[in-house]
């Protein structure tokens, strides 16, 4: 069975860092895709950055140059590195593992709140 486990979200302060982790099992991790998306309330959720199996990387255009993906495939873990937060990044933060060759494959994670105070 799947496990897709988010932690290390909070209450930070605008300009403050946070770093959101996010462990998986019942997968080979090391051929996934790894993402991080966000939800606020009343908005679609969206695409905050992704690494894949190769190790490139991809980021949304409002987090470019403050935020940071990484993985650890030996821990079967992917960080989300959070610099220079603003209010406007307070959402739900959930982990996703997508496997593109197979059709479908797609597992998410429950989430984690990201709060940003001003």
């Known amino acids: 069975q799947v496990q897709v486990v988010e932690s290390g979200g909070g209450l930070v302060q605008a300009g403050g860092s946070l770093r959101v982790s996010c462990t998986v099992s019942?997968?080979?991790?090391?051929?996934?895709?790894m993402g991080w998306y966000r939800q606020a309330p009343g908005k679609q959720r969206e695409l905050v950055a992704d690494i894949t199996s190769g190790g490139s990387l991809n980021y949304a255009d409002s987090v470019k140059g403050r935020f940071s993906i990484s993985r650890d495939n030996a821990k079967n873990t992917v960080y989300l590195q959070m610099n220079s937060l603003k209010p406007e990044d307070t959402a739900e933060y959930y982990c996703?593992?997508?496997?593109?060759?197979?059709?479908?494959?797609?597992?998410w994670g429950q989430g984690t709140q990201v709060t940003v105070s001003s």
């Open positions: 019942g997968i080979i991790f090391s051929r996934y895709t």
């Open positions: 996703n593992a997508r496997y593109s060759v197979t059709f479908g494959t797609n597992y």
